[in-house]
């Protein structure tokens, strides 16, 4: 065999090797992640009593008896609304609760949940929206029970995808706002295979993504698949937009190297009529309200107030 053959044939075989290797870790990593302890109860209680709120710890069973907890706020200025603040991955809700103090402000109640396999809430896997769906379907319930008027759905990263997912099958939101969501999840797992090879710092991180980070990411989905029984093929938020009548805001950093503003831009295309989109300058993940925050809240304070159908009219934030 001539010598160029034997090396490609080589090349072929340790690249073959080390995708297997790397997808299982991702698989692993992407199914388990770190599961971090809310901050403590007392400081954020300090937080909310600042707007005369309460701080309570609630719960939930989820349909596979996964325990979810969460912290659950009235704002003195009970105006009968509720918002459900939903973290990123790896991330718990301490991570969204500096946005419920606003909300507080504003008269709604605010129900933070950790998502399952993150913080204290119970769950062997996160599954990324396969079983978070029924889960935000029993927050939203739950609120419904305590008198909410209306229900409003917050969330960032995973959270925004979440949110945004469970509109496939949860119809009584009256509006969401979803800061740095993905579309599907096969194409942020390529761009995520492509940033780890070194793509972010030029751009390149679709391109990388589905040439050489393509095999890595199809062994992570099938391995989650095969010895999970978990299919993240499926949880596209992209697919629940399309035929959903939710008035939703999309927020995306333009300067975001961890989920990419072209998401954003491609969930806005699905359904126009019913989706906003702002794009913020300078702003990495997730960091819209600390680099423009007087324009972050106008517009989602606005927004909601727009669309919450007993809203006692538009919010002049910032004037």
Same mark, same amino acid.
């Given at each position: 065999m001539h010598r160029p053959i034997r090396i490609a044939l080589k090349a072929i075989a340790i690249y073959a090797a080390v995708s !297997?290797? /790397? #997808?299982?870790?991702?698989?692993?990593?992407? &199914?388990?992640? /770190?599961?971090?302890r809310p901050?403590?109860?007392?400081?954020?209680?300090?937080?909310?009593?600042?707007?005369?709120?309460?701080?309570?710890?609630?719960?939930?069973h989820a349909a596979d008896g996964a325990e979810l907890r969460a912290w659950y706020s009235v704002s003195a200025r009970d105006n009968g609304k509720a918002i459900i603040l939903l973290h990123g991955i790896g991330d718990n809700r301490g991570g969204v609760a500096g946005y419920g103090q606003m909300?507080?402000?504003?008269?709604?109640?605010?129900?933070?949940?950790?998502?399952?396999?993150h913080g204290e809430s119970g769950g062997r896997l996160a599954t990324y929206g396969l079983r978070e769906n029924d889960d935000v379907q029993r927050w939203v319930s739950r609120l419904y029970d305590r008198g909410a008027s209306c229900v409003d759905g917050f969330g960032e990263s995973m959270g925004a995808a979440l949110v945004l997912e469970s509109m496939r099958s949860e119809a009584r939101f009256c509006a969401v706002v979803a800061d740095s969501p993905f579309s599907t999840f096969r194409? /942020?797992?390529?761009?995520?295979?492509?940033? %780890?090879?070194?793509?972010?710092?030029? #751009? &390149?991180? +679709?391109? $990388?993504?589905?040439?050489?980070?393509?095999?890595?990411?199809?062994?992570a989905l099938?391995?989650?698949?095969?010895?999970?029984? /978990?299919?993240?093929?499926?949880?596209?938020?992209?697919d629940a937009l399309k035929s959903?009548?939710?008035? $939703?805001? !999309?927020?995306?950093?333009?300067a975001d190297i961890n989920i990419l503003p072209r998401h954003s831009r491609i969930l806005a295309r699905a359904n126009p009529a019913h989706i906003q989109l702002w794009l913020v300058p300078g702003a990495s993940h997730g960091g819209a309200a600390s680099v423009? +925050?007087?324009?972050?809240? %106008?517009? $989602? !304070?606005?927004f909601l107030a727009q669309h919450d159908s007993l809203s006692p009219g538009v919010v002049a934030f910032g004037n």
């Open positions: !297997l290797a /790397v #997808g299982i870790v991702m698989a692993e990593l992407t &199914l388990h992640p /770190v599961q971090r901050p403590d109860t007392a400081r954020i209680a300090r937080l909310y009593a600042q707007s005369g709120a309460e701080l309570q710890a609630v719960s939930i909300f507080l402000q504003q008269g709604y109640r605010v129900l933070l949940p950790d998502s399952r396999a194409s /942020v797992a390529y761009d995520r295979e492509g940033y %780890f090879v070194g793509a972010g710092r030029l #751009g &390149l991180e +679709p391109l $990388v993504g589905r040439t050489v980070g393509l095999l890595p990411a199809e062994v099938i391995y989650a698949r095969w010895h999970y029984g /978990v299919d993240l093929t499926r949880t596209n938020p992209l959903s009548t939710i008035p $939703v805001l !999309l927020i995306h950093g333009e423009a +925050p007087q324009e972050f809240w %106008f517009r $989602v !304070l606005n």
